[in-house]
């Protein structure tokens, strides 16, 4: 059978070069890149496929797996195939397309002839992923994958309870976490995302009428308008904070399949409402996994939880809202919490290990933090790092009719076409230790350049060929050089980052962050004094207060606070979270106002 893609409903203002193969990352990102695809490469097929033949009867002569995936890999396996067949792409890794297929083709010969997969829903969502991401980004194993969908999709709609309770504070991801059971199970508020992903892929009409069931309309509609100027949101709190955030991609792919405008809207709202009120500096959210009420509650948190941002999961489920709606509007704006993740979220954990530790949560208690792996192997984490690892590429550069946008300032390249010529960008940038980028094209032509200006930066300055120029602002807040381009030109970009301070809601004004640019800073906490400033610390002149350290001899920007401390306690510097090891003592917010030794 051949699966026809239908034409989506909504023309994208910006398109994905990522996907297409045309970014390739360098510097710490590259590195996380490569990491990643040679540490999920080397995870053997028959292992993670051995508890699904041996539920199905079948000889297996893999080796059982551990954590989460001792019974099956079912928790986490559509989630490291869709990361597979993405890395292949984005990172140019054949072998990872080849893994995906693979996996495909043999979990299928594990599926029942009626289309049982044994899964639960939980587990079921994340290998529609995969499904999805196989049949869109893996060629050769396109029409197996679509296949293999229609016919589990079949089972399901036969098979899944229809109950779909709304989440609430006392059962806050809207079911219970059951293994295998076909009942009432977690998350089912997630579903409908890859079922209108692998319509628009090529999947029969069965699987887009079985989305539409699950869309989560009661919780959708709280943000169908935004509160008046000074109000807060009437938005049920107390959830699931990842999940809750992950259900706006399947209100994002609604809206690809029906143009709905209602849905567009949704997305902008849970968007404000989020990164307002749910965020810590990092871009991080959800202590304990919950959403929190517009209460001082998130600057409370930080008092008590070690289990402050489930960081991995949740920068996941950020990207893909953010690329929607980056996609959708064409809006700069939209990369802001992007690019705190980049640097301050996904991009400052320590990577999944061969064996299966992962990260999982961020720790930003007051007095002391560290970073540590979970406690079981190859948890939910384990499969969203890979997919958020995989999409790393695809959040640099954008196309648009006229050209190129330039969304994040990072070691990179890309490729694409226009006017019929093939045009190539190459950044390089030390960045965040250094405060510049130049882009230099290969090729020549017409192409309008867009570059967006951070929410950051106090002196973004363009030049080009060294010259200083002015640079329009064009719609979707973006800075645009239209022009005819020669082989070798040069764009140099002065970032304007600094030292800023960042309280964590507006109940706390002195329980702070300490950021430079978009990189959240950490004090070192290893027998030192919490930084202290004088209140209110706005009219402290910070370039007194911290001494930059040599950006020539130190990898990232850090700082020295220039009070004493004590002969015990001396004042930590402050480096980038993402440099802090795992088990290394580390502060990131602090009490500016509170007693101190002397």
């Not at 893994?99 to 290998?127: H, I, N, P, W």
């Not at 999982?360 to 933090?369: E, F, K, S, T």
Request: aromatic content about 10%; some cysteine.
């Amino acid at each position: 059978m051949t699966h026809d893609k239908p034409t989506p409903a909504v023309e994208h203002v910006l398109r994905s070069l990522g996907y297409q193969g045309r970014v390739r990352l360098e510097g710490a990102l590259g590195d996380r890149v490569n990491d990643a695809v040679e540490t999920y490469l080397g995870m053997a097929p028959d292992d993670i496929l051995h508890g699904f033949r041996t539920q199905a009867g079948l000889t297996s002569s893999g080796k059982p797996m551990t954590g989460w995936s001792s019974t099956t890999s079912q928790p986490t396996f559509g989630q490291w195939v869709s990361g597979l067949a993405r890395i292949g792409v984005t990172a140019g890794a054949s072998a990872a397309t080849d893994r995906a297929v693979e996996l495909v083709a043999g979990y299928a010969e594990t599926v029942g002839a009626d289309g049982d997969t044994r899964m639960s829903l939980y587990g079921y969502e994340k290998l529609v992923c995969g499904l999805v991401d196989v049949a869109s980004y893996a060629p050769a194993g396109r029409e197996e994958a679509l296949d293999l969908l229609d016919r589990t999709v079949e089972w399901a709609a036969r098979t899944f309870e229809r109950d779909r309770p709304a989440a609430h504070a006392a059962n806050f991801a809207g079911g219970v976490i059951t293994p295998t059971s076909h009942a009432r199970t977690i998350e089912w508020y997630t579903l409908a995302e890859n079922l209108h992903r692998g319509y628009l892929a090529g999947a029969d009409q069965g699987v887009e009428d079985f989305a539409q069931l699950w869309h989560y309309d009661s919780y959708w509609h709280a943000f169908a308008e935004p509160p008046a100027p000074g109000q807060p949101w009437d938005v049920p709190v107390w959830l699931h904070a990842y999940s809750h955030v992950n259900t706006f991609a399947s209100a994002a792919a609604a809206y690809e399949v029906s143009g709905d405008p209602h849905h567009l809207e949704v997305l902008r709202n849970a968007y404000d409402y989020v990164t307002t009120t749910q965020t810590y500096a990092t871009g991080g959210y959800g202590p304990s996994e919950f959403t929190l009420p517009e209460d001082g509650s998130l600057g409370r948190s930080l008092e008590w939880r070690t289990d402050t941002a489930e960081i991995v999961c949740g920068s996941w489920a950020a990207f893909k809202l953010s690329t929607a709606l980056l996609r959708f509007t064409g809006e700069a704006r939209y990369v802001d919490w992007i690019e705190q993740l980049v640097f301050s979220g996904l991009g400052a954990v320590t990577p999944v290990r061969p064996g299966g530790r992962s990260p999982y949560y961020h720790d930003y208690r007051l007095g002391i933090a560290t970073k540590l792996p979970h406690w079981d192997d190859w948890p939910c984490c384990s499969g969203t790092y890979v997919q958020g690892v995989s999409h790393l590429p695809d959040l640099v550069y954008h196309q648009h009719d006229g050209g190129v946008a330039v969304a994040l300032y990072v070691p990179s390249e890309v490729t694409w076409s226009q006017g019929g010529r093939e045009h190539r960008l190459r950044q390089r940038t030390d960045f965040p230790a250094g405060d510049e980028s130049t882009l230099t094209v290969t090729g020549s032509g017409r192409f309008a350049l867009r570059l967006r200006v951070p929410p950051w930066s106090d002196s973004f300055e363009v030049r080009v060929n060294r010259e200083l120029v002015e640079v329009p602002v064009v719609e979707g807040g973006w800075r645009e050089l239209d022009r005819d381009w020669a082989d070798g030109d040069e764009v140099q970009v002065r970032l304007g980052a600094g030292l800023r301070v960042l309280p964590v809601d507006r109940w706390h004004p002195n329980r702070v962050a300490f950021a430079h640019g978009p990189v959240v800073l950490a004090q070192n906490a290893d027998w030192t004094m919490p930084i202290s400033l004088p209140t209110p610390w706005e009219m402290v002149d910070l370039g007194a207060a911290f001494t930059r350290e040599d950006p020539v001899s130190t990898p990232g920007p850090a700082y020295r606070p220039v009070g004493v401390g004590t002969a015990r306690l001396p004042l930590g510097r402050l480096r980038p979270l993402a440099e802090v090891p795992d088990r290394i003592p580390y502060r990131v917010y602090t009490d500016l106002d509170d007693p101190r030794i002397v």
